[in-house]
């Protein structure tokens, strides 16, 4: 099968872009999927790194950066600012993207949408479409989704859009094809560390905002003035007022937070929504961290209480965490992420859901009614 996978419209795919997750998925799905015998072509700016079959370049880094409105360098500004669909970015880049699809995709071939709305110029009404081809939304991160076949990156990402939509079942003679597959890594980038410093901070790496549930980071910090605290993320931090002595601000970090997440004795997550994935997490349990966090959303499925870290309701369950992990194998910590998110292992999942697409698409056009 043949996959045409889009970038994200305002990043670039490369790791230097590792604050955007959905970026991130977009660099490491080529390497993942080619193994398993698909053919991909990245559709993204100049100077990505996508290791796909073939880069097809929209534009250059001048005309991206002038749409933009400024350069790469955003510091603490928070890159989902940019995240317009009807900005000239957008609609350029759209334009570009569906003149290139015309061109390359035949039937039996997938498009893949990693960013779901954005993409949506690109492809509503392609002929292609009607004639054989289908599209997928393939890592749904988000709860306002665009297509009916569909890869979300964890069930409660799933239940929340099916609550949504109203819709409290699924029929086997719907057309619509949906999965659950989580994200995935190269574990090399995420060293474990199954021994760290007895003076080793609790770190919290996220969006500076109150969603992600940085004031009760700092609460949980101010009751615990014996361990250190680190805070990573884009936002204004001068929000919260003065910090606690033991809090340090580390400002962005890119893929040197392996490092950190690594040396940490736990992350930090008392998410107040619905987390999709929260990939922090994951990625600090790659490392051998345990986690403490809220007690739903993707949590329920990344972490298991009292053994890959603990799962918190009050701030004084937070604040007993923080100890309460240091119980915790690290080694088993590493091993349950390793086996779960590794692109090897991902993969497979990913091949599964493609068979079914490609035995769908054989049998009738892809679903286009209704979107």
């Not at 604050?19 to 998925?25: L, M, N, V």
């Not at 992990?325 to 292992?345: I, T």
Request: hydrophobic share 45%; with cysteine.
């Amino acid at each position: 099968m043949r996959l045409h996978l889009l970038s994200v419209p305002h990043t670039v795919t490369t790791p230097a872009w590792s604050h955007c997750a959905f970026t991130q998925k977009v660099r490491r799905f080529s390497p993942m999927l080619r193994p398993f015998g698909f053919h991909v072509t990245h559709y993204g700016v100049a100077g990505s790194s996508s290791g796909a079959d073939v880069d097809v370049v929209l534009m250059d880094q001048d005309e991206h950066q002038h749409l933009l409105g400024h350069g790469y360098a955003h510091g603490t500004a928070l890159y989902g600012n940019d995240a317009q669909d009807g900005s000239d970015l957008y609609r350029q880049w759209n334009l570009y993207a569906r003149d290139e699809l015309k061109e390359r995709v035949a039937p039996g071939d997938v498009i893949l949408l990693p960013f779901g709305h954005a993409h949506a110029a690109a492809i509503r009404g392609l002929p292609v479409l009607a004639a054989g081809a289908g599209a997928i939304e393939s890592g749904i991160g988000y709860f306002d989704t665009l297509l009916p076949w569909r890869v979300y990156e964890s069930f409660a990402v799933r239940h929340a859009v099916m609550a949504k939509e109203g819709r409290y079942g699924v029929s086997l003679e719907s057309s619509r094809l949906e999965w659950v597959i989580p994200n995935y890594y190269d574990v090399d980038e995420w060293p474990a560390q199954t021994v760290i410093e007895p003076d080793a901070p609790v770190v919290f790496l996220g969006r500076l905002t109150e969603g992600k549930g940085l004031p009760i980071v700092l609460e949980v910090a101010r009751s615990r003035p014996d361990v250190p605290f680190l805070v990573a993320g884009q936002g204004e931090i001068e929000a919260y007022g003065p910090l606690p002595a033991n809090v340090t601000y580390l400002g962005s970090l890119g893929p040197e937070r392996a490092a950190v997440l690594g040396g940490a004795r736990a992350i930090i997550a008392p998410s107040r929504y619905i987390e999709p994935f929260g990939g922090a997490v994951v990625e600090a349990a790659l490392c051998g961290t345990p986690a403490i966090t809220s007690d739903f959303g993707c949590f329920a499925e990344t972490v298991q209480h009292g053994i890959t870290g603990l799962r918190c309701q009050t701030v004084r369950q937070f604040a007993a965490a923080v100890d309460g992990v240091l119980g915790l194998s690290r080694a088993r910590v590493a091993k349950r992420a390793r086996k779960l998110y590794a692109m090897e292992n991902v993969g497979r999942l990913y091949a599964d859901a493609f068979a079914v697409a490609a035995d769908r698409l054989a049998s009738g056009s892809f679903p286009s009614a209704g979107w």
